[in-house]
């Protein structure tokens, strides 16, 4: 039992595992890499990246998928700057608002017609970025954050890390403990791993359908908002492809897109991986814009398999 | 020295020549005023920061040019990072340029808005940055050291100047609109509608659409826009590419050059091509040969001169009295 | 069984019709459930008897009826409001979630809390260990529900439904893959919940099962209540004719067909015929010459071993032979017969078949080779729900039944419609979706895919499960049939009776190993449970 | 699921129940049909020039790329996958065609197609002989394809071979060459899916993966095989394409039309959840998507306009082609 735990443990973190082999092979190849202000820059930009994942963890649990993160990001970003006129509280709840009923219309439609996830999400991809470019003037208006008080959300820093990485590091512990131990992630994972089972079992499907896209448009709303506090703008070409991002570190952290199995620890990882892959690239600063791409290509080939390789080590024991 | 005699220096054809000349217009700005130290540009590690892949002549030539430059100067440690198309990336890429211990930033900006938190930084370490070919909006000479480039609104009234003469002011003209959300595509339009409306109110623009900037885009709203409208009379594409794909659209439909005027910016060796082809009827050109202004500025900037809050290049026109001579010269 | 025909119903059905597209699943079912009976629910595959408990849970709204629970008409929206209820349901395909622990599987929806509302993982995990134990599992409830075997996975089914609040517990085919102690344990709890007043629904096919626990019982035909009354009154020939629709003379004349009483001939006897294939196996048995060790057998299994599940397992069929497995719950049989058709990757071990020692790991070869597996878990492992009965019948015997790669629908026609007649395939026609059938068919339409690709040897794990007692007999009628053409069967049933007049020879598994091995006048139900018990002792030391 | 669901189209009022799953039935087969035919009469009514022979060959034109591309996605999906790589093949392939062409237009389409098929079988190796999820495996080659294809040929290249300047420009008797390859593509798969032992195949694995391999399907050596068709015919794709734009543009061919191929193949009827595929109506959800897009352009909207309503609009079609109980 003892070797049986150990091994899902391994799986689990398999994406910590392959993180911290990335990190050193990185310290020990560039100086400048495990520095304070380069490791600071990676964990910065990754926690808005981190704060949808976290979202998009639950979906993918839950069994669903939701491509409409990438555009409520930058239309949460819009609508946070354009609110920041009225003061920081309505930068921060206009975006909570719009996109979180973004999220509650596409959970709606999912749980109630059975649609499936990926069309719907993609209708939100597409309806929701067309939203922003309908307030933006198509796109040729950028609103100023003048709020200082609501700017400092995204740019005040403590210990050398911006506050967008503790909020990030808050809302995953609460997301984990939400996901491990309450009734409600328990449910996420039922349905997830066996949706009629799990209405056979009591479980509310739909609410808990609604609740985990409902999360997840909030989430990449307030991804977006604290991006833009952070620009002190609200800067309408973002997201592009930003869902794929997320989709990815999830499921490098180990969540199956099957649904039903999975946790936040991998998606964090996950997310910090890709940052480390674009670091690196950076740290090399000669290669083409072609080259990069192949590069990461490869890079995450290559860290899937092993990911893959690590948690199939499991299965055989 | 004034900077104008800069590009004879180098002899390459096709250099940038600054609009404006210096001492006259504007506000200055000097190291003292910066706040910075003085440093040996040859031994300093200098950052780039692309924003596009180099798969379009424009940035190709942009970074090349900033390459060889950086080359031709001595200067050895060049970082380049390429944001992608991605601008939280690009902010990604200029922190950890800085994190790397970069003196100096060239930066080409992927969008005006948004450059918070690297002004910030840099600030921090009173890193000068100059952009180039798009504007940053903020402080020059405290947030950034200044910019070089192109004014997008003045190429769109130029445009919109050949597009009024081609059709004699009257008729019904398209816009091929660049990537939505593009401050590059917003300027272009506005300058060209501007124009329009003030010089010519006989020309209606009856379609507007995105061709993304790309030349197959380009090409299939033009073949929906013929069919639909056979009536139009020009065509105003924001970039050269779409220009092009909108002739391929045209030779397609049986037209012939010259039927329908097209007028474009960018000013790539296939447009002039197309000029001289008789596809298109101008092309204004911008300029992105960005390396010898670039490292002249900051040169002078760190030799204590004044330099300028932006350096305004002049593009030129390209049209059938120049193309075929100028088709070295294009990029 | 005395009960008070006083008493108000708890639960009960009104004039319940139900429609499927195609399909007229209930036609005015009525049925009252009291406090403190057990109600046998009984009727042939697809009479209608899951559809009708889907009703009563709230899975289903009726079309027609009304439904009554506790005095007052109820319409149930989702299960979770019959739950709430106190309606307590074990269904019939195993509803549990594989990917999630046995613990949390157990809890789900009432796991311990402990600070600031927050589950508190270990008292879950102290809770659900007490919980199996009482139902004789023990295992790591830590583990994922999906790698305890089917058996133990109905216990922790069982378990959850009945560890809560109820007024009503209804169970479908709740014994189907039990073991007789386990279904003792079964009986035992269904036992104290009479007692204590609740209502008892019981489904199964098991006419013994029915006798020994049920008050009362119901019988359904083709949607339609054929008969309700005590159980105790019905003569037991009398109920099947019931079930089946036929007169109660001609059940007694023809008698139901099940395994002809000769089975126990001396092994080895030469068939009469060999079963014709078509394509002989070339590619996938090399010629790497490994005399048989045993005469005659058409596949032979030699020392079979993977780390805690099997331990040098050697097993061999013959033509015409009969093998039976014999074990309790995870005792290796599921895995044994995985492993003979590769479909279980082995530490050790290998598989001869017609003395050719087949490639490892691959099910593809051992098809070709003649060698092929009826699995365990219908649902997961067996049908393609997405396809058509059609479609899921010729699956395997595809390769064969076209050229150069195009199929050819005649012939698949023809396969089909020979197999639904041949095993009387309940279905609207050979287009409907395999997933609408009732649990019995499917595994009938399971079965005539094996049959259809003609393989030398059939390995059957729990071949009649869920099937009704007409089924029941064409399938062991079939399966005999088939043994006497000259095919090999290696029989695994956990239902005693069947296992005795199924086999020529039994051999009996114990924690991956072959603790024995009974032929002749040997093969009785009491040798069997003899072998297991003798042998329990000494090999747990 | 497929039990909890179906009762929603089982359960309407009791009454019409006989009549009306039938109707139910019926829109979601042809559904799609319906829409398309919709959308011509629209603009058959408010858009000038739209019964023109010359617009229907613009839009037939216009959407070979995507259904050449869907066809393969639809097999993809039928498996339980996705291929999200196609986009950046395309590039590839356009990359190699030009890199090639000095052998001729024949040789170098042949390279572009094997590039394609190789870069189809990597993704599928992957899926099926790594157990890497489908999305993630070919996520990598999405982003790595598209910038090898950008390190052959860093930069939009016109050419003037006049034979592939033909094959993407010429008719037979009235309809452009790379649409009849279209047809006859979908031909070819629609034959491969309905009576080939692959095609069934095909579907088996997508509606039960364990099921098919105790069935002795080849699985794995299926699965990657459908990678390499969806490969091969993006890459196809991707020569026509290129062929009908007189250059290789490697940076903007095929850019998301992943998103579009996924959106055609799911307003066609084909459930993401694999185990089923149809190929006809993957077509008309292709002439739908591009309808509506030539729809929009040709009414001038702009572009938030456009995005809006091709979200209501696929929305639609998908809820009136859903077929319940698929996720
Ligand atoms: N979801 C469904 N769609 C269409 N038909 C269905 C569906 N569910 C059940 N049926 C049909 O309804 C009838 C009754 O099925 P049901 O599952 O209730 O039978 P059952 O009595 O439980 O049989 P078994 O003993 O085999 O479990 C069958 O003919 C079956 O094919
Ligand atoms: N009662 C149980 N308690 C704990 N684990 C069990 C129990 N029953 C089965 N298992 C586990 O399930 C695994 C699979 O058992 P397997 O299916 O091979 O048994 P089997 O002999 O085929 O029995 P059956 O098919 O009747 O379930 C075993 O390795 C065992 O670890
Ligand atoms: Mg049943
Ligand atoms: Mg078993």
Redesign the interface.
């Known amino acids: 039992m003892n070797r049986e735990q150990a091994s899902r443990v391994l799986q689990q973190h398999g994406a910590v595992m392959v993180l911290g082999m990335l990190v050193i092979v990185g310290s020990l190849a560039f100086d400048s890499f495990a520095t304070p202000a380069n490791a600071a820059s990676v964990v910065v930009s990754s926690s808005f990246l981190a704060i949808i994942a976290i979202g998009m963890t639950f979906v993918i649990i839950s069994g669903g998928i939701d491509l409409s993160v990438g555009s409520l990001f930058v239309l949460g970003g819009v609508l946070a700057a354009y609110g920041s006129q009225y003061g920081p509280l309505v930068a921060l709840a206009l975006p909570l608002a719009v996109c979180g009923v973004v999220g509650l219309l596409q959970g709606l439609v999912i749980a109630r017609t059975g649609m499936a996830p990926f069309i719907v999400t993609l209708a939100g991809l597409l309806g929701v970025r067309g939203l922003m470019l309908a307030i933006s003037d198509e796109g040729a208006t950028t609103y100023l954050v003048e709020d200082r008080a609501f700017a400092a959300l995204g740019q005040g820093e403590v210990l050398g890390l911006s506050y967008p990485v503790y909020i990030t590091a808050v809302l995953a512990v609460v997301a984990m403990v939400l996901l491990q131990r309450t009734g409600f992630g328990q449910n996420v994972y039922a349905i997830g791993g066996n949706e009629q089972a799990a209405a056979l079992m009591g479980v509310p499907v739909a609410r808990t359908k609604v609740s985990v896209y409902v999360m997840s448009g909030l989430l990449a709303g307030l991804a977006g908002a604290l991006n833009a506090a952070r620009l002190s703008s609200g800067v309408t070409i973002l997201g592009i492809g930003l869902e794929l991002d997320a989709i990815a570190a999830v499921v490098i952290g180990g969540t199956l897109l099957t649904g039903g199995a999975g946790g936040i620890t991998g998606s964090v990882a996950g997310v910090l991986l890709l940052g480390v892959i674009q670091s690196l690239i950076n740290q090399v600063g000669s290669l083409t814009s072609a080259f990069q791409q192949v590069v990461s290509g490869v890079f995450l080939a290559l860290v899937v398999v092993a990911q893959r390789l690590l948690s199939k080590a499991q299965r055989l024991t | 020295e004034a900077p104008q005699s800069a590009p004879a220096a180098t002899g390459t054809a096709g250099q940038q020549v600054v609009q404006t000349p210096t001492g006259t217009a504007g506000p200055t700005c000097t190291l003292e005023q910066f706040g910075g130290t003085k440093f040996d540009l040859k031994t300093a590690t200098v950052g780039f920061s692309q924003s596009e892949k180099e798969a379009n002549p424009f940035r190709i030539a942009e970074t090349k040019s900033i390459k060889d430059e950086a080359a031709r100067l001595g200067i050895t440690n060049l970082k380049v990072t390429n944001a992608q198309s991605q601008f939280s990336k690009q902010i990604t890429d200029v922190q950890q340029l800085i994190a790397q211990g970069v003196q100096l930033l060239v930066i080409a900006p992927l969008n005006s808005d948004g450059w918070e938190p690297v002004l910030q930084q840099a600030a921090a370490k009173k890193i000068p940055i100059i952009t180039v070919d798009r504007k940053i909006n903020a402080r020059p000479c405290s947030d950034y050291l200044t910019f070089i480039g192109s004014d997008f609104y003045e190429q769109g009234k130029r445009a919109a100047d050949r597009m009024i003469e081609a059709l004699s002011g009257k008729g019904k003209v398209a816009i091929l609109l660049g990537a939505p959300g593009n401050n590059v595509t917003t300027e272009r339009t506005n300058g060209f509608k501007d124009r329009v409306k003030e010089q010519a109110p006989g020309i209606t623009i009856s379609f507007e659409q995105t061709g993304e900037f790309a030349r197959e885009k380009g090409q299939q709203v033009t073949e929906q826009l013929i069919q639909s409208n056979p009536d139009i009379n020009g065509i105003y594409a924001e970039n050269d590419e779409m220009a092009l794909g909108a002739v391929t659209a045209l030779k397609g439909a049986g037209k012939e050059p010259g039927d329908i005027k097209i007028v474009s910016v960018d000013g790539t060796r296939s447009a002039v091509q197309g000029i001289a082809d008789g596809w298109l009827h101008a092309v204004i050109e911008s300029n992105p040969r960005f390396g010898p202004l670039a490292f002249e500025t900051a040169g002078k900037f760190l030799d204590g001169e004044a330099i300028p809050d932006k350096v305004i290049i002049s593009d030129r026109d390209y049209d059938t009295t120049n193309a075929k001579d100028s088709l070295g010269e294009a990029y | 069984m005395i009960h008070s025909t006083g008493v108000e119903p708890v639960l009960e059905a009104r004039g319940i019709s139900k429609r499927f597209p195609g399909v007229l699943a209930l036609d005015g079912v009525s049925l009252a459930l009291r406090p403190g009976e057990v109600h046998a629910l009984v009727g042939e595959n697809g009479a209608g008897k899951s559809t009708l408990i889907k009703v009563f849970t709230g899975v289903y709204r009726p079309d027609g009826g009304e439904l009554r629970y506790r005095g007052a008409p109820a319409a149930f929206g989702t299960p979770m409001e019959a739950q709430r209820a106190g309606i307590q349901t074990i269904y019939q395909e195993v509803n549990l979630v594989p990917m999630m622990s046995v613990a949390r599987n157990l809890l789900l929806g009432r796991e311990p809390r402990g600070r600031f509302g927050v589950i508190d993982a270990a008292a879950m995990y102290g809770e659900a260990e007490r919980v199996l134990a009482g139902y004789g599992v023990e295992t790591d409830v830590r583990r994922p529900l999906r790698t305890l075997g089917v058996g133990a996975q109905q216990m922790v089914a069982l378990a959850r439904a009945v560890s809560v609040e109820a007024r009503v517990v209804i169970m479908d085919e709740p014994t189907s893959s039990l073991e007789p102690r386990e279904v003792e344990t079964l009986f035992g709890v269904i036992g104290r919940l009479r007692d204590s007043g609740i209502a008892v629904m019981y489904v199964s096919h098991r006419l013994d099962e029915l006798y020994r626990v049920c008050d009362r019982v119901t019988v359904l035909r083709d949607g339609r209540l054929a008969h309700t009354g005590p159980l105790a009154e019905l003569e037991r020939l009398r109920l099947i004719s019931l079930m089946l629709g036929r007169d109660l003379s001609d059940v007694r004349s023809r008698g139901l067909t099940r395994f002809s009483r000769d089975r126990h001939r001396t092994p080895g006897a030469p068939s009469t015929e060999d079963t014709p294939t078509e394509d002989t196996p070339t590619e996938d048995t090399p010629t790497g010459d490994t005399p048989a060790k045993e005469e005659g057998a058409v596949v032979e299994a030699r020392g079979l071993t993977r780390r805690h599940v099997l331990d040098g397992v050697d097993v061999s069929v013959r033509p015409g032979e009969v093998v039976g497995l014999g074990g309790l719950l995870g005792a290796g049989r599921t895995e044994t017969a995985k492993a003979i058709v590769g479909a279980l990757p082995l530490d050790d071990g290998q598989v001869l078949v017609a003395g050719l020692p087949l490639r490892a790991g691959s099910t593809a070869a051992a098809i070709r080779a003649g060698v092929s597996l009826l699995p365990e878990d219908r649902k997961a492992e067996g049908i393609i729900p997405t396809l058509s009965v059609r479609e899921n019948i010729a699956l395997a015997a595809l390769p064969s039944l076209g050229r150069a790669g195009v199929v050819s629908e005649a012939r698949i026609d023809r396969v089909v419609e020979i197999f639904m007649r041949r095993l009387r395939i309940k279905a609207a026609s050979p287009h409907q979706l395999v997933s609408e059938l009732s649990g019995g068919n499917q595994q009938k339409v399971l079965l005539a895919r094996w049959l259809a690709v003609r393989p030398k040897v059939l390995l059957l794990d729990e071949p009649t499960r869920g099937i009704d007692v007409g089924a029941k007999a064409e399938v062991q009628a079939l399966i005999d049939e088939l043994a006497q053409e000259g095919l090999g069967v290696l029989l695994i049933s956990s239902d005693l009776e069947e296992l005795v007049e199924g086999a020529d020879r039994i051999l009996v598994l114990r924690e991956g190993a072959v603790v024995g091995e009974l032929s002749g006048d040997e093969v009785t139900e009491e040798r069997i449970m003899a072998t297991i018990a003798e042998q329990a002792e000494p090999s747990d030391g | 699921?497929?039990?909890?669901?179906?009762?929603?189209?089982?359960?309407p009022d009791?009454r019409a129940?006989a009549l009306k799953?039938q109707v139910y039935?019926w829109v979601q087969d042809y559904g799609v049909y319906a829409a398309v035919l919709a959308l011509l009469l629209f603009n058959v009514l408010f858009?000038?020039?739209?019964l023109?022979a010359?617009?229907f060959r613009?839009q037939l034109v216009?959407v070979t790329p995507i259904v050449i591309v869907s066809l393969g996605m639809a097999l993809v999906i039928g498996t339980q996958g996705i291929d999200?790589s196609v986009g950046s093949v395309m590039a590839l392939a356009a990359a190699l065609t030009v890199l090639y062409l000095g052998y001729g237009w024949l040789p170098a389409l042949v390279v572009a197609v094997v590039g394609g098929a190789v870069v189809g079988a990597a993704g599928g190796a992957?899926v099926a002989y790594?157990?890497?999820?489908p999305?993630?495996?070919t996520?990598?080659?999405?982003?790595?394809?598209?910038?090898?294809?950008?390190?052959l040929v860093?930069?939009?290249v016109?050419f003037r071979n006049p034979d592939l300047i033909a094959l993407g420009?010429s008719s037979v008797a009235g309809i452009p060459v790379i649409v009849l390859i279209a047809a006859a593509l979908t031909v070819i798969v629609l034959f491969v899916v309905r009576?080939?032992?692959?095609g069934?195949?095909v579907?088996?694995i997508?509606?039960?993966r364990?099921?098919?391999?105790?069935?002795?399907?080849?699985v794995k050596r299926v699965l990657l095989t459908v990678y390499v068709i969806s490969g091969l015919l993006a890459a196809l794709a991707g020569v026509l394409?290129t062929a009908?734009?007189?250059?290789s543009?490697?940076?903007?061919?095929g850019?998301f039309i992943e998103?579009s191929a996924?959106?055609a193949v799911?307003?066609g009827g084909t459930?993401?959840?694999?185990?089923?595929i149809r190929v006809l109506s993957t077509v008309m959800g292709a002439l739908l998507m591009q309808l509506l897009a030539?729809t929009l352009?040709?009414h001038?909207l702009?572009?938030?306009?456009?995005?809006?309503?091709?979200?209501?609009i696929?929305?639609a079609a998908?809820?009136a082609t859903?077929k319940?109980?698929?996720?």
Do not use: C
């Open positions: 699921m497929a039990e909890l669901a179906h009762d929603r189209g089982g359960r009791g129940a799953p039935a858009t000038p020039h739209f023109d010359a617009n613009t216009q999200l992957l790594v157990g890497v999820q999305i993630v495996a996520l990598a080659l999405l982003v790595g394809v598209r910038g090898l294809a950008n390190v860093p930069q939009l016109e420009s009576r080939t032992t692959f069934r195949q579907v088996a997508g509606g039960n364990s099921a098919s391999e105790l069935s002795g399907l080849p394409a009908r734009l007189q250059a543009d490697p940076t903007s061919l850019l998103l996924i959106t799911v307003v459930p993401l959840t694999g185990g089923r030539a352009i040709k001038n702009p572009q938030s306009w456009t995005q809006m309503v091709q979200a209501v696929i929305l998908v809820y859903r319940r109980g698929t996720r």
